[in-house]
């Protein structure tokens, strides 16, 4: 059973910079192809697709919202991956989750795609 901690949300003014990261524990990123999506959700919000990265860190993808400002990379040799969020904006406030889609998918930026899901951690921005 594959278990995924996030950590690193906090309190920023806008403008400034976070780095989540999610570590992995019972089972290897390299070893079982974890491909490592990163999500967002905001009270009343459904569920937002924030990015996603390969199981070999050679391809990524950002949901429109976040292009530009926010950047994942991950360290297989730590299992643990990381999203650097830069000029953050009061509506970046959600609680972020990291999830773990084990081998292919066609579409990461669906939550169903992911076999397992971290607790959260919040972020909030101050305008």
């Known amino acids: 059973q594959v278990q995924l901690v996030e950590s690193g949300g906090g309190v920023v003014q806008a403008g400034g910079s976070l780095r989540l990261s999610c570590a992995a524990s019972?089972?290897?990123?390299?070893?079982?192809?974890?491909?490592l999506g990163w999500f967002r959700q905001a009270p009343g919000k459904e569920r937002e697709f924030v990015t996603f990265i390969s199981w070999t860190g050679g391809r990524t993808n950002y949901g429109d919202s976040v292009k530009g400002r926010f950047t994942n990379s991950r360290d297989n040799a730590k299992n643990t991956v990381y999203l650097q969020m830069n000029n953050l904006k009061p509506e970046d406030t959600a609680v972020y989750h990291c999830?773990?889609?084990?081998?292919?998918?066609?579409?990461?930026?669906?939550?169903?795609?992911?076999?397992?899901w971290g607790q959260g951690t919040q972020v909030t921005v101050s305008s």
């Open positions: 999830a773990a889609a084990m081998g292919y998918r066609s579409n990461y930026a669906n939550p169903n795609s992911y076999n397992y």
């Open positions: 019972g089972g290897t990123f390299a070893g079982n192809a974890m491909n």
